[in-house]
């Protein structure tokens, strides 16, 4: 024996009135058919995602950064800024980082932004990031030797270099605004 169960859908109605299966209420069409052609969208959305070649969406991109970098308080940086730049200058406007300027020997001020509490080590990372965002943007030298930097020349504040890596810049006496200076060390012989 074979027991066939038939499971009828009863939908109710906008007014509260029961309509029977296989009957679908005007505004119960409307949402399936709402439901069905808003599957096929992301599939349209795909095809017109592999339309656009790389170059194009970079182009975009481009476009909406560079209005980006039009705001007020991020107007000060380069058009091809890193999200690192960003997240700096942004930080740097509510006072949770500050900006040292580094004085090389050749009278290039680079201004070189920390958070309140860095490290010497800290000031040194950014140093370095900034050289390479620099050398990128500007072509030139590809490798440098930080390493050789390093043994060669310290960073000075007020006449006392800055040697331990580990110790905070404040505790330097280094604020916002604050020069410190490449100074060549002395060989030893």
């Not at 050289?131 to 007020?158: A, C, D, I, P």
Request: hydrophobic fraction near 40%; aromatic fraction near 6%; charged fraction near 35%.
């Amino acid at each position: 024996m074979e027991v066939e169960e038939k499971s009828q859908v009863v939908h109710t109605a906008p007014a509260g009135e029961a309509v029977g299966a296989g009957e679908l209420s005007p505004k119960h069409e409307e949402v399936l058919e709402e439901t069905q052609t808003c599957g096929a969208a992301p599939d349209e959305e795909e095809e017109d995602e592999d339309a656009l070649p790389h170059s194009e969406i970079l182009d975009i991109f481009e476009e909406g950064l560079a209005r980006l970098v039009q705001d007020p308080l991020l107007c000060d940086l380069p058009i091809q800024v890193t999200l690192e730049e960003i997240n700096s200058q942004i930080a740097l406007e509510y006072g949770q980082a500050m900006t040292v300027k580094v004085l090389k020997a050749d009278g290039e001020v680079m201004p070189i932004v920390v958070v309140q509490n860095a490290t010497v080590l800290d000031l040194k990372k950014a140093i370095r990031r900034f050289m390479e965002l620099k050398q990128q943007r500007e072509g030139g030298v590809k490798h440098v030797s930080w390493r050789y930097v390093w043994r060669t020349f310290h960073l000075v504040f007020q006449g006392e270099k800055l040697e331990d890596d580990k110790m905070r810049l404040k505790d330097y006496g280094i604020r916002n605004r604050d020069e410190v200076t490449f100074m060549k060390k002395l060989r030893k012989k």
